[in-house]
């Protein structure tokens, strides 16, 4: 089975953080990342760059990754972007599903705007406020939902670790459909 991890969140909402711990769990996971992406093709992480090119190379990791994961070299990916807006988590799931993805768990990284925000000025790589307020009234706006073809839905609040992530990730199959 092909299964893939559809990270939601914001910019500094801690993410990348999970999908570091998820990886150092199990390390045949397959880490499909936007700024990782942009760092190869552009040089940077902090420039955006035309956003067909990542795509495209988006659609090309997931190729690959079915294919490791058919393989038996990877056991699943992990796809780190904000995929804020539901249009834009729509057209993922659609491309994963038609790529070979077979089950897909959004994990719904929920952590207050003021904290993204004070996360955000200490990075290295900035995302204007204002993204990061539009993307935080996208999410509150059109929340991650089971309808958007997910097959399991983990969402987490700022009350919880990602070690409790880490653990429902690995029950997902035994029931664990949607936590708030």
Known sequence: MA????????PGSGKSTLA????AEDPRRRLISTDVLRQQLFGSESIQGSWLIIWRQVQIQFQQAVLQISQGIASE?????TN????????VIALARAIGFNYITGVWVDTPIWLCLARNKRRKRTVPEEVVLRMHRQLRDAPPTLTED???????????????????????GQGVR???
Not at 20 to 23: G, V, Y
Not at 152 to 170: F, K, N, P, T, V
């Open 3 to 10: 299964r893939l991890i559809l990270l939601i969140g914001l």
């Open 20 to 23: 570091r711990q998820l990886l």
């Open 77 to 81: 990916a992990i796809y780190d972007a």
């Open 84 to 91: 804020a807006q539901r249009r834009q988590r729509r057209e």
């Open 150 to 172: 997910l097959d399991c839905l983990i969402h987490y609040s700022r009350d919880q670790g990602s070690e409790d992530a880490c653990a429902d990730l690995r029950f997902r």
């Open 178 to 180: 949607e936590r708030t």
